[in-house]
């Protein structure tokens, strides 16, 4: 089983931009895509996007289109979320997490605490 | 985008008892492609159920997942004194992925 362990809490200005680490254990990481969700005490899970860790290709929710960059680095295992533009309805919990044989989600990070704040 | 509706938002029972936990879809589920999750404080969510019916490894047999279309339900048999908690739906049948609002679990 594929243990993520994502980067610790951020606070960040409006305006300014975020980069979120999810690093997997295990010679797993090009074998499951991985997702991005975040979760927030307004809107509760969102879903934010999907990378193949193996070809780099990634797709996103229309609401992030333009803010959101999701890349990887398969020398550590390591994908990345950017987020810029950053507002203060921003501010959540996000969490990478695997998917199984289709995109539900069997293993999660611990995840991230970012929060935007002047 | 496929909303999802989860009711009641809150469901206060005790150790033993049952309980019926609601997901209702905007527009049909492709494939019964229905997940459930529990999330406790501070913690991420855990998978317990895909394909609208099918537990994830080593999830309890008491808890029991059915529907289709737009209509789906989780059942915990007898609630233990962990399984309070929120629970959420997910529908992975169409982009974007959709989640419920929750529903809490609470001990009466």
């Known amino acids: 089983q594929v243990q993520l362990v994502q980067s610790g809490a951020e606070v960040k200005k409006p305006g300014a931009s975020v980069k979120v680490s999810c690093k997997a254990s295990g010679n797993t990481f090009t074998n499951s895509y991985l997702h991005w969700v975040r979760q927030t005490p307004g809107q509760g899970l969102e879903w934010m996007g999907i990378?193949?860790?193996?070809?780099?290709?990634?797709s996103h929710a229309q609401k992030f289109q333009g803010r959101v960059t999701m890349t990887r680095d398969t020398s550590t295992s390591t994908v990345y979320m950017e987020l810029s533009s950053l507002r203060s309805e921003d501010t959540a919990v996000y969490y990478c997490?695997?998917?199984?044989?289709?995109?539900?989600?069997?293993?999660w990070g611990q995840g991230t605490l970012v929060t935007v704040s002047s | 985008e496929i909303g999802l509706t989860q009711s009641p938002g809150t469901l206060s029972l005790s150790p033993g008892e049952r309980a019926t936990l609601s997901c209702r879809a905007s527009?049909?589920?492709?494939?019964?492609?229905l997940a459930w999750y529990q999330q406790k404080p501070g913690q991420a969510p855990r998978l317990l159920i895909y394909g609208a019916s099918s537990r994830a490894t080593g999830i309890p047999d008491r808890f029991s997942g059915s529907g289709s279309g737009t209509d789906f339900t989780l059942t915990i048999s007898r609630l233990e004194p962990e399984d309070f908690a929120v629970y959420y739906c997910q529908q992975y049948g169409s982009s974007p992925l959709t989640f419920g609002q929750g529903t809490k679990v609470e001990i009466k």
């Open positions: 527009q049909s589920v492709s494939s019964s492609y």
């Open positions: 990378i193949n860790p193996s070809a780099g290709s990634t």
């Open positions: 997490a695997t998917e199984g044989s289709s995109s539900w989600f069997g293993n």
